[in-house]
Structure formats: structure tokens, C-alpha cells
């Protein structure tokens, strides 16, 4: 029972945990603490443990998935809708024409085009498939945490004293709509990037500050701090003070190091590696994932969402909000290109092993084309009045795609039938999704639990499985 | 009352010893080949094995039918369910023996039933090896399959209690200790059903136990109590370790608080640390009692006033003070869940905070409020306490919330399944459920809001698994029949109130304890049960009296706290006592919450936040709902409660990185320091000395003076010479403000700012 494990060995629950101080240590001896340190530094063989990263890229609003992995040639033209299908790398595999770049590396990644789950809305599909709550109806806030703080709230717990300068988890414009820390609390959010990276005048404030002044200024502050910071530490069996010693050193490293602008400097990758991911928001958002799980940032997550997805901003191409195909067209060369870039950078620079790549949205969308007229012109959308096609919201079946991560790719997992509505074979639910990216980050998904605000232990997924084709 | 189902032998510690003795000395002698309390029955072939007393407890030690195994929710690990705990025998009966097409078990082969292939790890098992085939346990779930894993659910003895023994010691540190769990029967007789019960330490940094019940002492004064579970069942192990030392003396006593807390010290051997300076009381208390640090004029009334009662002439303006009231209506609202999720409650959140903040101002006995809130009728605006009515809408939330909050009782579990360790059943839930039953809700005109009235009729739930009608009682305790023509939540207010209540106002007392004394008597304060006691059982029972006896009063409860002489001892602690957590020898440092924060870096600063539709200078302790949050990245980062959870514990008070980024480097932050308006500027156009700068500063943050390295570090600094891009000396005036800016920096960043100490 490792859940019963971890437990023992912290000797904290979650809220002795909240109200004790960083690690909850305040329930341990010092020669506990330093015991718990040097069993969790590594494994029984002696070797460092390494840390495998996730990035994931969401493509908000859930995207069609007749129109690009999952395409229905022979299904009528109710469904079909207007694009060909190509061939792939990997034989008797073809996607929509939207995609040539990823057809051309098909090879490298996998396509699971049976992903289901239960969730009609935005909300709740977003909570099914980031958080595993099984529930179908909308809520204003999540019930459970997310994979993401789930996991960095277990590593901070594992590796209380992080070497890395970086914060573990980074999102860039990451999707937090639904999403969150829920009972576990927002320290374990992640350090937000937000705005378009390609963008001359981007920069990522809290990091690295650029004027040498303020640098030389705050190191002044610093200093005198020290000299005037004279609470007597005695008291802090607790070990607060110690953690809040440790994230301020970690904070004016982050605020002053080179190493650490470095890691967000985008102006540091050479042009053509700009060029091949694409010089806009989407592209340099790939990139800059790449480039920090690359400096030891463990989870990243980026949506693709904003004005190059039209008019509404993100995927939702319900005809009121967008011409459905024209939309799709709009984006996709900008998405087939970073997606593609990324996945190539993963293998050409080693990181295949470590770093699991996943590129999903919350749902697909009706296989059933429908005419609604617009609300608003705009890219991707006729003026409004305009009678024009439109895709709604489909959890029964949809596609996403996985790279990296040590698995084997350049295979199909699951089908759906012939017109995309329902799986045929290989049902994976968002708790097979969740246990799948659980099990690359070395997190026992059905036997780790976690306190909520009850304290009643509460488990990362409910119900679900690592897919098995997608696990190294 | 309905009587706790826990027998407590009376024994002498010297009989504990010589128990403990003699168990070890047989233990030796036996080589300690059995210990166990099956060799002392007959061999298990020669009766007739039962599932619900031997069988079930086998699966319960294993582990097999934990929440997070086959107990879990939702089918069970991998499709096999089990009752949590073997809470419901004949489920487990259906589960084990009826079901999985009858392969779990085989009667012709025993040994190839799955149930004990996997458990022995002969097949492989996602759980482990959870059972050894030579054991004595493994030899009974054969006998029972063998006997044709008969259900006894009916005929079975039933158990009465077990009992711990001994139930208390005082031990010493490193001692070990070997417990005994007996079970008692219905019919009188007794079996040692140590091997078989579960053991759990409430604080594994005291004492530790392992499997078969010996606890590990380590070298942390104080109390520790080990929890004790067999089937259904609860009892507890509580223990003293004091230190060996004498405590010679303790201060002056103000109140019973001091001399129960001392009397547990003095047996503990832990002495108090010093009684507090002046300065340190006053920001103290202002923190804790106001939620804000005092003004510089009242810290130069307050050590220039040499009259003995001035910290209690303190404490009571600090009470009468409006700041009170909005610091306390902040805590209760968010407990209360007064949260904006539409711009349209605006309204109803305004009315519901006011409601709060009036009642506690007008200082209105606790019982009181709390009586206005459960059987509140009416709509929001003509009566605000039904805005609760809108935030907890469903009858199973509303007996949840008000068992937490008011009653200190988890109850959620018991919604599914036995309260894995307590004496509340699904019976118990429902019943608790049936108080709200006939909440009546006709929707008004403004949207969203409900008018709430009292429906007529018989008020009652069904147990969601057994299908039966539940009338009202409150926690085991039944009360009279509620006519259909009365609200049944004035008979839970009336239940309540009680002064017999046992619940009531233990969870407030102990809630308010924590507030000042950071920990709880009963802790998680709101986790009250048997196998979970106080520190100091003596002093919370006092505590309790006192606060029934003065008519519920609140203001008379914080009173009472803070005047101790316990409350005003310094943080610093003493070579005897800096081990000590629980027991309050000193005073507990605590992190200063994100809205008392963001008001002493305005004080400090001597800038303002801005909240929309608020009036200009509101105070972030004043603030109405959780909405402001949005607004505000500082209250965020810094775990501000977005009032989802009865629980305290959503606020986080816990520090990050991102806390620390922001008090270094946010926006906000910046500019409350370069104000043009703000301190640095105000004191950098003043005619004061630079001594005389850092003194206010000092004063104005840490409510002290600085001490002489502290002015001559600050004041050096001022005198710094700033200098230009290109190295040129900057204007002296200029130069003078950056280095104040920066001092206020250092300062806002420092530990002594950030905690109440």
C-alpha cells in the first residue's frame, strides 16, 4: 500500500501538512527529516531518481475529430466534411489534408482515437479529462486537483528541497479555466507564463530581471534584510522559517539569476529552431515548453488557444462562433507546424525518454455537420446572420495524440465507427487518460490518494488504467 | 445521551508495570513463537469458524477492505468489493461468496480459492502478499471455506466493546509499551483480539506503534494517544511522557486557563517560557484580536502607561472595537461559505456579511446566532442569515456543514458507509438529515434566491442503502416527536443549546483556542471524536463550562483566553520546552493571514488597496465575500479562502515561492513603497534625524524600538551615497529615498514582519 507508505513515513496528513508548514515537518525529528531526504534522493539501487517530465498541449474548446486524426472518407457528406484524406508515414494510417507535417512523422508519435468520456460542457469535460471527477454536469469550480498540481504537490512532498532554480510546474497560457489546485491550495499552482512569446517586446515578469540596476539594487535589499532579519530562529521547531528562507533564495535567484532568464529566453535558440516551430504565439509557446523541461521544469502545460484559433479565440467551432472548416483551415498550418516541431525537437535532442509529449482537448465534436446562423464576423466566422456550418460538442469519441515518453509510436490505438460517433474497439476513459500520464511520471495512479478538506482519502482516479500500448 | 460503547478499566500504573513486566517475560520465555491469541482456542477444525468474528477481522488486518483497496469506492480494486472495514457483513458475504460467478471461493478445494490465491500471492495480486499460508489466520478462512463459508450475521455473538489495556500510561521517553485489545461479547465472554485490531498513533513524531500493538515512545514531551479498531469498534491508548525535570516554578496564574495548563506542564516537566514584553503583547493581541498592528500612538500610550491592569484595559478596546467584529465576521464568513460565483449575489453577500458582522459587534450570544442561521425563514433580504440557505442548498450539505462547524463532527463519511473511526452509522446521518427535511424553497424574483419557509408535514430521510425512514435525532440522542406543524431545526437549535450538549460548545471553545493558541485542544479543531482526545481534556472542559455558564457569550471567551498569563508568554523558548507543540509552555508563532498581511503592509507603507464597489480605505480584513480575491493577486498568493470549505483549513497559511516573489517584487508591492504618498517619501521630507526615521519605521512595523546594531546597520545604510549610470553621485535627497524604499523592503521582508511571534 504505498499510499499507506508515504503516509507513514511524512507522519503528517494533508492538513497537518497545510497548517504545519512546508512538508509538514513539524512532526518530524530532525534525524527523520534528514533519513526522509536521503531515502527519497534515491532509489534502493543507490541511483539518482530520475525525474520524467509531461508537457501538455490543450487545444481548448475541443477540437473536431473527423476534420483531423480520426477522418471518415466514405461517411456521408452530413459528416464528412469538405477535406481529403492523406496518407501518413506509418502504412495504412491517414489523417485529414489539414495535417501533411505530423502525416509526414507520423512514425513518431501515436494516435488514440478512441478517447471517450461523459462530460457534455466545457467545465465538466475539462474536470473529466484534467481531474478525473467522474461528474457530467457543469460546476463553477473544481471538486478535485488537477494531474498537474496533483503531481507537483507529490514531488514537492518527495523533494521538499528543489536544486533546480526553476519552478517544477510552468504553464504557459495554461488552461486553469476549469482547472486547479482545489483542496490541495494554490502553492502548488503553477508559475504562470502568460501573453504571446513571439511578441518582440515578451518577457516573463518575476524572472530574471533584465535592468542591471534593479538587479544590483535588489541585491542591496537583500543584504540588508539579512543584517535586520534577526527573529530568533529558536522557536521554529516547525521549520517555517527554514522553508521561507529557502523559497526566498529561490525567489531572488529566479529574479536575478542568469541561468534561470536563460531558461526563458527565447532569443537564445538559434533562428532556424524559431523558424521550424513558427514565428508566432503558438510556435514559440512549443518552444519555449521544449526549452524549459529541457532546463528541469518537470510538468508544463500550454493551450493553443487565442486570436489564432478566429474569431472566439479558442477551438469551440459551433457555427454560431465559427465557420467550422474555415476555422479549422485558419489554424491549422500554424498547429500542424509547432506540433510537428515539437515532437522532432523531443527526439532529435534526447528527450524522448524523459519527456512524454500529449496534445488533447477536452472532447471531439459532433460527427453531424449543423447550420446555425453567426453571431459575429471575424476570422473564421461570416458576418453575423450568416448561415454556416458548425461542429458541437462531442465527448462519446475523439482523438488525441502522444509522443516521447519512452513508448512505442507510429501506432493506431482504437477506432471509431464509420461515421466518428462512438468508439468500436479500445474504449480509453479520462481515467485511463489520467492513470496513463500518472504512470510516466512514476505515480501509481490506483493506489495513491490524498486528503481533501474532510480528510477523507481521496484517490487521483477514481477508475481507469495506464493504456497499455502508451506505457514504456 | 446515548452512552459511549467503550468499556475503561480502572488500573494503577504499577500494575501497568508489572503487566508490562510479566508480558515480557512470557513473551521471552515463549521465545515469542506465539503471542498469539489463537494458540490459546481450540484448533479451529473442531467448531464451526464464524465470518462476522474471525474471518472478517482476518480481512480487516490485511488490509484487504480499506478504503483504498477493495473497500474503495465504486467497485472495489479491480472489480472485487469489500465493505469498508467489514462494516456490513452480509455485503461482504454477497461480495465474497455469491458473486465473481462463485470462483472467489471453492469449497471442495479451499486452498484454490481465488480470495486466497491472491492474498498469499500465488496468483499475482495488484495489493501485494497480504496473508502468509503457514499462518494461524490463513488456516481459519480455510476452515470457514472448508465448513462452506456459512453467513452468521444473525446468530453470531454480538460485540459489545473492546477494551485497551492499559488504556493510560505514563511513560517515559524511548520506553516501549505493549498494548492489549480485548473484545467483549454480548454474551460475556472475552477474547484477546490483539493480533487482529488496527493501531494508529495521532502523532507518529511522539510514539509509534507497529502491527502488534507495541508503541515506540520517542523523545517529544507530552501527550499521545493511540487509536485502537476491531471491527466497528473503538478505543484508545493514551499516553504522558514527561521529561525528567522538576519544574520549580510557574508564573502568576490570571485564570484557570493558567492553572490547568500549568498543572499539565508541571506533571510533563516542562516549564513556561518568560512572560512577554509590552511590545510584543500589544501587536500580539491587536493581531489576534483586531487583525491588525497596533498604531504608533498606541504604542507609546501603551509602554508609557504604568498601571498594572493596562493589558487588560487593552484587551477590552481591542474587543470594543469595530475591527473586531470585521476581523471575526471574516473568519465566520468564510466558514459559513459566503461566496459571490455571480455578480448577482452581490446583494445577498453584502446582507449576509452585515448580518455576521452586526451579531458579532452587538456581541449576541453564540447560540443565539447560530439559532437565527439553522432555522432562518424568509428571504434574504428581510431576514440575511437564509443567504446560507442559498450557499448550501442540498439537506445532506447543510447537515455536513452545520456538523463540522457547529458540532465539530465529520460526518461526511457516514453519508456511505460507518464512520470508519467513530460511532456514527449511516443510521446516524440520515437521522441528522432529517432536520432539514422539510426546508420548504419558493423562488423570488431576484434570481437565484430562494424564499425559505418551514414545509409542512413529517419531517424524515431515508437511509440512501437500507431504504428506511430516518426521523430526526440528533447524534445518537433522540429527541421528542416533532409534530408536523413545527420546523424540526428549532429542535436541532433547541438540541444545541443544551447546556448538556456535548458537542456544542467544546467545538466553539476549541475552534476560538486555536485562534489565539494556533493549535487546537482537539486538533483538527473541527475533528472532534473519542479516539481522537485533547491535550488537555481538564482545560477544555473548563473551558466549555465557562463559556455555557456566561450565556454563550464570545466576547467573555476571548476575554478569558488572552487575559491568561499563558496566551502572553514570549516565543522564545527555553532548553526544556522548545520540543514542546502542544502543550503551550510558549507562545506559537503563526504567519500573519493573507488580508492582516495585506493591511500591515498598507499600515506599514502608508498606502491603501482599493476594492471595487467599496468604499475608498476599506480594509482587506473588512472585505464582504471571497470575490475580491480576483481583484487582488496579494490576497491570493498570500491564501486568501475562496469560502468553499467549512473547513479553516482552506486558508493556506503555509509559505511559497510565489508568496515570496510577490512580497519582493509584485507591482502592488512596488508601488505601496515608492508611493509619492507613502512612508519612504513622507519620512524623506520630514525634518526627523535618520535615527528618529528608523525608529518610527521600527515602531510602526515591529511595534518595538530597534536594538543599537539594528539603528546602526539602518542608519549606516541611509547614509549611503547612491550614484548615477555613469557613476556619478545622485542627488542627496533622492538617494535618501531609495534608501528608504529600501529599508521598507527589507523590513516588509523580513520574519518579524510576517509573523505574529
New interface residues.
Given amino acids: 500500500?504505498k499510499?499507506?507508505d508515504r503516509f507513514?513515513v511524512l507522519?503528517a496528513n494533508r492538513?497537518n501538512f497545510?497548517?504545519m508548514?512546508?512538508g509538514g515537518f513539524?512532526?518530524?525529528?530532525l534525524p527523520?527529516l534528514l533519513r526522509l531526504q536521503s531515502a527519497i534522493a534515491s532509489d534502493p539501487t543507490g541511483k539518482p531518481r530520475e525525474r520524467k517530465s509531461i508537457i501538455m498541449v490543450w487545444k481548448p474548446g475541443g477540437c473536431s475529430h473527423i476534420d483531423t486524426y480520426d477522418p471518415k472518407p466514405d461517411a456521408t457528406t452530413e459528416y464528412r466534411g469538405p477535406f481529403s484524406t492523406i496518407a501518413t508515414k506509418v502504412p495504412g494510417l491517414q489523417f485529414t489534408e489539414l495535417l501533411p507535417r505530423q502525416a509526414a512523422i507520423a512514425d513518431k508519435f501515436t494516435v488514440l482515437r478512441s478517447m471517450r468520456q461523459t462530460a457534455p460542457g466545457h467545465p465538466a469535460g475539462s474536470m473529466q479529462m484534467l481531474s478525473g471527477d467522474p461528474e457530467t454536469r457543469d460546476k463553477?469550480?473544481p471538486k478535485y486537483p488537477d494531474w498537474m498540481t496533483v503531481t507537483n504537490y507529490l514531488r514537492s512532498r518527495d523533494e521538499p528541497q528543489r536544486e533546480n532554480p526553476l519552478?517544477r510546474y510552468v504553464g504557459i497560457n495554461p488552461p486553469l479555466e476549469y482547472n486547479g489546485p482545489a483542496?490541495l491550495?494554490?502553492?502548488y499552482?503553477p508559475?504562470t507564463v502568460s501573453g504571446d512569446p513571439s511578441n518582440p517586446n515578451f518577457s516573463v515578469?518575476?524572472i530574471g530581471?533584465s535592468d542591471t540596476?534593479e538587479v544590483q539594487?535588489?541585491g542591496?535589499?537583500s543584504d540588508?534584510?539579512q543584517?535586520?532579519?534577526?527573529?530568533?530562529r529558536?522557536?521554529d521547531?516547525?521549520g517555517?522559517?527554514g522553508?521561507?528562507d529557502q523559497?526566498?533564495s529561490?525567489?531572488?535567484s529566479?529574479?536575478t539569476s542568469p541561468k534561470t532568464k536563460e531558461a526563458f529566453d527565447l532569443t537564445k535558440e538559434d533562428d532556424r529552431t524559431r523558424d521550424r516551430y513558427g514565428r508566432n504565439a503558438w510556435g514559440q509557446q512549443l518552444l519555449m515548453a521544449r526549452r524549459l523541461v529541457e532546463a528541469g521544469v518537470e510538468i508544463l502545460t500550454t493551450s493553443l488557444s487565442g486570436p489564432l484559433c478566429g474569431r472566439v479565440g479558442n477551438w469551440d467551432d459551433h457555427a454560431v462562433n465559427h465557420h467550422v472548416f474555415d476555422a479549422l483551415r485558419f489554424r491549422s498550418e500554424i498547429y500542424d507546424q509547432a506540433v510537428t516541431a515539437l515532437i522532432e525537437d523531443i527526439y532529435e535532442r534526447g528527450l524522448d525518454q524523459r519527456v512524454l509529449v500529449v496534445v488533447t482537448g477536452e472532447f471531439g465534436r459532433t460527427p453531424k455537420i449543423e447550420y446555425s446562423p453567426s453571431t459575429g464576423a471575424g476570422n473564421a466566422s461570416a458576418a453575423a446572420g450568416t448561415i454556416q456550418p458548425g461542429r458541437d460538442h462531442w465527448p462519446r469519441a475523439f482523438s488525441n495524440i502522444w509522443a516521447g515518453g519512452g513508448i512505442r509510436t507510429g501506432q493506431v490505438i482504437g477506432a471509431t465507427d464509420k461515421r466518428g460517433e462512438d468508439p468500436i474497439e479500445r474504449t480509453c476513459s479520462a481515467g485511463d487518460f489520467l492513470a496513463t500520464i500518472y504512470h510516466h511520471l512514476g505515480i501509481e495512479a490506483?493506489?495513491t490518494?490524498i486528503k481533501d478538506?474532510?480528510?477523507?482519502?481521496t484517490?487521483i482516479v477514481?477508475?481507469g488504467r495506464p493504456i497499455k500500448e502508451l506505457i514504456s | 445521551m446515548r452512552s459511549i460503547r467503550l468499556l475503561i478499566l480502572s488500573r494503577t500504573h504499577f500494575f501497568l508495570d508489572a503487566s508490562l513486566l510479566l508480558a515480557s517475560f512470557l513473551c521471552a520465555s515463549l521465545a515469542c513463537s506465539l503471542g498469539d491469541a489463537f494458540a490459546s482456542e481450540p484448533d479451529a477444525a473442531a467448531r464451526p469458524v464464524s465470518m462476522v468474528n474471525e474471518v472478517l477481522p482476518i480481512l480487516t488486518k490485511a488490509?484487504c477492505n480499506?478504503?483504498?483497496?477493495h473497500a474503495?469506492?465504486?467497485?472495489g480494486?479491480n472489480g472485487f468489493q469489500l465493505s469498508l472495514l467489514g462494516f456490513e457483513p452480509f455485503e461482504d458475504y454477497q461480495h465474497l461468496v455469491l458473486e465473481g460467478r462463485g470462483r472467489r471461493l471453492s469449497n471442495t478445494a479451499p486452498e484454490q480459492s481465488l480470495l486466497l490465491l491472491k492474498a498469499t500471492g500465488q496468483v499475482p495480486h495488484?495489493?501485494g502478499v497480504r496473508l502468509d499460508p503457514n499462518s494461524e489466520q490463513y488456516r481459519v478462512i480455510i476452515e470457514w471455506i472448508r465448513q462452506g463459508a456459512q453467513y452468521d450475521g444473525q446468530s453470531a455473538t454480538k460485540l459489545r466493546s473492546i477494551e485497551i489495556q492499559p488504556f493510560e500510561a505514563i511513560l517515559a521517553p524511548s520506553a516501549q509499551q505493549r498494548l492489549k485489545a480485548i473484545a467483549v461479547y454480548d454474551d460475556g465472554s472475552q477474547k484477546d483480539v490483539t493480533k487482529l485490531a488496527l493501531f494508529e498513533s495521532n502523532?507518529?513524531?511522539m510514539a509509534t506503534v507497529d502491527e502488534a500493538g507495541t508503541v515506540s515512545v520517542?523523545?517529544?514531551p507530552g501527550s499521545v494517544s493511540i487509536m485502537v479498531r476491531y471491527q466497528g469498534m473503538v478505543g484508545v491508548f493514551r499516553a504522558s511522557i514527561p521529561q525528567a525535570f522538576v519544574v520549580e516554578r510557574f508564573p502568576e496564574a490570571k485564570n484557570f486557563v493558567d492553572e490547568l495548563v500549568f498543572s499539565n506542564l508541571k506533571k510533563l516537566g516542562i516549564p513556561t517560557s518568560e512572560l512577554t514584553d509590552d511590545a510584543t503583547f500589544l501587536r500580539r493581541v491587536s493581531l489576534d484580536v483586531a487583525g491588525r498592528l497596533p498604531t504608533e500612538q498606541e504604542l507609546a500610550s501603551f509602554l508609557a502607561n504604568t498601571s498594572a491592569g493596562k493589558r487588560d484595559d487593552a484587551i477590552e478596546q481591542l474587543l470594543a472595537s469595530g475591527e473586531y467584529a470585521d476581523f471575526f465576521a471574516n473568519k465566520w464568513t468564510a466558514m459559513l461559505k459566503n461566496r459571490r460565483?455571480d455578480a448577482s449575489d452581490i446583494t445577498s453577500n453584502f446582507a449576509f456579511y452585515s448580518w455576521v458582522r452586526d451579531s458579532l459587534l452587538a456581541n449576541k450570544p453564540y447560540d443565539q446566532m447560530v439559532r437565527e442561521l439553522l432555522a432562518a425563514t424568509g428571504t434574504v433580504l428581510s431576514n440575511p442569515p437564509v443567504a446560507w440557505y442559498k450557499r448550501v442548498k442540498d439537506p445532506k450539505n447543510q447537515l455536513e456543514d452545520v456538523a463540522?462547524l457547529f458540532l465539530g463532527v465529520?460526518m461526511?463519511?457516514a453519508q456511505c458507509h460507518h464512520h470508519p473511526f467513530e460511532r456514527w452509522s449511516q443510521d446516524d446521518y440520515y437521522s441528522l438529515a432529517a432536520f432539514f427535511s422539510q426546508v420548504g424553497r419558493k423562488p423570488t424574483s431576484t434570481r437565484g434566491e430562494d424564499m425559505i419557509f418551514h414545509k409542512r408535514g413529517l419531517a424524515g430521510v431515508a437511509n440512501a442503502k437500507t431504504g428506511q425512514m430516518r426521523r430526526p435525532a440528533a447524534l445518537g440522542d433522540t429527541v421528542q416527536e416533532i409534530p408536523p406543524d413545527q420546523d424540526p431545526r428549532l429542535k436541532l437549535a433547541d438540541w444545541m443549546a443544551d447546556s448538556k450538549n456535548p458537542f456544542f460548545a467544546k467545538a466553539v471553545v476549541n475552534r476560538y483556542w486555536k485562534h489565539f493558541f494556533r493549535r487546537g485542544l482537539i486538533e483538527?479543531e473541527d475533528?472532534i471524536r473519542d479516539s481522537n482526545p485533547a491535550s488537555n481534556p481538564e482545560l477544555l472542559a473548563a473551558l466549555e463550562a465557562r463559556f455555557i455558564a456566561s450565556g454563550f457569550d464570545l466576547k467573555d471567551l476571548v476575554r478569558t483566553l488572552v487575559r491568561s498569563t499563558t496566551y502572553q508568554l514570549s516565543?522564545?523558548?527555553n532548553p526544556q520546552n522548545?520540543?514542546d507543540?502542544q502543550n503551550f509552555s510558549?507562545y506559537?508563532?503563526r504567519?500573519l493571514s493573507a488580508e492582516v498581511l495585506l493591511d500591515a503592509v498598507d499600515d506599514f507603507a502608508m498606502t491603501r488597496t482599493d476594492f471595487p464597489n467599496l468604499p475608498p480605505g476599506t480594509r482587506a480584513i473588512a472585505l464582504p465575500d471571497n470575490s475580491y480575491n480576483n481583484a487582488s493577486p496579494f490576497l491570493?498568493?498570500f491564501?486568501r479562502p475562496?469560502n468553499?470549505?467549512v473547513?479553516e483549513?482552506?486558508r493556506?497559511?503555509?509559505?511559497?515561492?510565489?508568496?515570496?516573489?510577490h512580497l519582493?517584487?509584485?507591482n502592488d508591492v512596488k508601488s505601496k513603497l515608492a508611493s509619492g504618498t507613502g512612508r519612504a517619501e513622507s519620512l524623506a521630507k520630514s525634518d526627523k534625524t535618520p535615527e528618529q526615521r528608523v525608529e518610527e519605521i521600527y515602531a510602526s512595523a515591529f511595534s518595538r524600538k530597534p536594538?543599537p546594531e539594528?539603528l546602526a546597520?539602518?542608519v549606516g545604510?541611509l547614509a549611503e551615497v547612491r550614484v548615477d549610470?555613469s557613476g556619478n553621485p545622485i542627488d542627496p535627497g533622492k538617494s535618501m529615498r531609495?534608501n528608504l524604499q529600501?529599508?521598507l523592503?527589507?523590513?516588509i521582508?523580513?520574519?518579524?514582519f510576517?509573523?505574529n511571534?
Fill in positions: 500500500m499510499h499507506d507513514s507522519g492538513r497545510l497548517t508548514g512546508l513539524a512532526t518530524l525529528s527523520g463553477p469550480k519552478p483542496y491550495g494554490d502553492m499552482s508559475f515578469p518575476n530581471l540596476n539594487r535588489l542591496r535589499r540588508l534584510r543584517k535586520l532579519d534577526t527573529l530568533t529558536a522557536f521547531r516547525a517555517e522559517l522553508a521561507l523559497f526566498e529561490q525567489a531572488i529566479l529574479l490506483h493506489t490518494f478538506f474532510n480528510g477523507r482519502p484517490p477514481d477508475q | 488490509g480499506a478504503g483504498t483497496c474503495k469506492a465504486s467497485n480494486q495488484g495489493g502523532e507518529s513524531s520517542q523523545d517529544i460565483d463540522q465529520r461526511q463519511c483538527p475533528d516565543s522564545v523558548p522548545i520540543t507543540l510558549r506559537y508563532p504567519r491570493k498568493v491564501g475562496e468553499e470549505s473547513c483549513c482552506e493556506i497559511q503555509t509559505s511559497s515561492l510565489a508568496q515570496s516573489l519582493m517584487n509584485a536594538t539594528e546597520t539602518a545604510y549610470a531609495e529600501d529599508l523592503w527589507a523590513i521582508n523580513s520574519k518579524e510576517l509573523f511571534h
